[in-house]
């Protein structure tokens, strides 16, 4: 298995870190040492690797980190921070916990004669290929327990670092056994204020069409598109056009909603740079879905202009890896 390396000492249970930061802020954290990218980063212990979900489909979230430099203004998991006693803001891109012990967690859980290999979705909440991972290759060790025993995963991200990965990816794709839905919600500019912590769409792109060529099954989500930014017909059109022109397929996609905690940061972001655009979301995001019919017609735009390109077909020889498929592709 590969060797992970420790920068820090004296790790913390996330309880712990919570009650240091509850009682004194984030200048208690004993070890979050900041590196050339701004981020604190401070290692803590898990107790379990697998979080178990109910009502979604799949049964299992694996996060080796939490808090996420990708920085994404509208991403829902900023809330999971408040849990720590930080704010959605700043401090979720800016304080990263790292689960030194994730993968040592992970492989007891996979080897215990209770388990059956059951859907895991990989980077639900962080980015498991945020930059760091290049140095911590938490990611990585996790996925060469979950082929070792044989366990399927829908693994989700914006980095292109998962290209290092191919291989594992390759062999668990030949086996039914992984999916890779590389986010592009847009190549639009308005990437950059969105999600200005993420490498260029196209780069994205190139990274989705590399795994392919290794033999991963792996393809695009144009998810969150965002009511203002990515919406418009013609910014759906060209990001189209990309995929298209990147031989790669389109696997899903779906319009913004936004969580408690999540949904005050965005708010916080739209008044700073686009104030034109708040009252229209107090319309249309009353709960935290936004109003169903402006969802349909988004989706029904995407439909439409999906059916003008050469949309990818799944052949029979796929059908095997729809286990992995929990982005629903419907449009």
Partial sequence: MTRQLALFEEPLTTRAVAALVKADGVAALPSARRRADDAHYQEVVCRSALNRTKGMPFSWTLNPYRGCTHAC????????????????GDQFSSYIFVKRNVAEVLARELTRPSWTPSLVAVGTATDPYQPIEGHYRLTRACLEHLEAASTPIGLITKGPLVVRDAD??????????????????????????????????????????????????????????????????????ATLAAIDDAGVPLLGGNVLYLEDGSRDHFLQFLETEAPHLLARYARLYV??????AYTAQVKGVLATLRARHNEHRRTPEEDVRRQTDWIADQF
Avoid: N
């Avoid at 829902?76 to 930080?86: G, K, L, V």
């Avoid at 062999?171 to 969105?194: F, I, K, Q």
């Avoid at 709960?287 to 169903?292: E, G, L, N, T, V």
């Fill in 73 to 88: 203004q509208y991403c829902f998991a900023r809330r999971y921070q408040t849990q720590m006693e930080m704010g959605a």
């Fill in 287 to 292: 709960r935290k879905h936004p109003d169903p």
């Fill in 168 to 237: 594992i990816l390759a062999r668990m794709s030949r086996r039914g056994l992984a999916t890779v839905y590389m986010s592009v919600p847009t190549v639009d500019a308005a990437w950059e204020r969105l999600e200005p912590g993420t490498a260029p769409p196209l780069q994205r792109l190139r990274a989705v069409r590399h795994l392919q060529d290794a033999g991963v099954r792996a393809g695009v989500l144009m998810s969150p598109l965002v009511p203002g930014f990515s919406t418009h017909p013609s910014r759906i059109e």
